[in-house]
């Protein structure tokens, strides 16, 4: 069975690259991810500077689970050189 919902409106923004309306955003900053870098102590010394740059985040907009329905969601990743003595 097939459930309809009313059409909603969603845009992006090619500015800050963020869809509205979206149900969950998230910020991936380099804390949450330094043990997956091939050299954590570049990362480490790096917070220890006081930042926690983000390497990147995503919005995501959900629909019902039901067939027909269509979930996506914007990743964007932000460039950038992850080594000792840069950010």
Same mark, same amino acid.
């Given at each position: 069975?097939? !459930?309809?919902?009313? =059409?909603?409106?969603?845009?992006? @923004?090619?500015? /800050? +690259?963020?869809?509205? =309306? ?9 804390? @949450?991810?330094?043990? +997956?870098? !091939? @050299? =954590?102590?570049a990362?480490?010394q790096?917070? !220890? &500077?006081?930042?926690? *740059? %983000? %390497?990147?985040?995503?919005?995501? +907009?959900?629909? *019902?689970? /039901?067939?027909?329905?269509? /979930?996506? &969601?914007?990743?964007?990743? +932000?460039? &950038? ?7």
């Amino acid at each position: 069975m097939t !459930s309809t919902f009313k =059409p909603e409106l969603v845009t992006f @923004d090619l500015k /800050t +690259y963020v869809m509205q =309306p979206f149900r969950m955003g998230r910020q991936v900053k380099l804390g @949450d991810l330094k043990e +997956y870098f !091939s @050299d =954590p102590e570049a990362a480490a010394q790096i917070l !220890s &500077g006081g930042k926690n *740059p %983000i %390497i990147y985040e995503y919005y995501e +907009y959900t629909t *019902p689970e /039901t067939e027909g329905h269509l /979930t996506f &969601g914007v990743t964007t990743i +932000y460039r &950038g050189k992850w080594e000792r003595n840069t950010i």
